[in-house]
């Protein structure tokens, strides 16, 4: 009903900057709500930023990433900076087919989930 596709993952030094990107289809954009989720290799997968009628942000991130939406191209940012070693990970986009109100950090609640972009930070 709702397919994600992520994009803008790679390589950076820590104190650079990536760009991520999640095109959504399949569902009129402004009826899912949508976040960013990370997976650290043996790790459990963890909240990093998400949209309702406020954006919110993982405690660790807050300053540092942005996340936005343009829903005439049906997609959803996450604008990291400053990124540190500890945050490589595969990076997630997820989406529930509902516009919530408030912010949802637990993963089990999305519906739908993006194939994942890796995202490393060297020292």
């Known amino acids: 009903q709702v397919q994600l596709v992520e994009s803008g993952g790679g390589l950076v030094q820590a104190g650079g900057s990536l760009r991520l990107s999640c095109v959504a289809s399949g569902r009129t954009f402004s009826s899912v709500t949508m976040g960013w989720f990370r997976q650290a290799p043996g790790k459990e997968r963890e909240f990093v930023a998400g949209s309702g009628s406020r954006s919110a942000y993982a405690d660790s991130v807050k300053g540092r990433f942005t996340i936005s939406r343009d829903n005439a191209k049906n997609t959803v940012y996450l604008q990291m900076n400053s990124l540190k070693p500890e945050e490589t990970a595969v990076y997630y986009c997820?989406?529930?087919?509902?516009?919530?109100?408030?912010?949802?950090?637990?993963?089990?609640?999305?519906?739908?989930w993006g194939q994942g972009t890796q995202v490393t930070v060297s020292s």
């Open positions: 997820a989406a529930k087919g509902l516009q919530s109100i408030v912010v949802v950090t637990t993963a089990g609640w999305y519906d739908y």
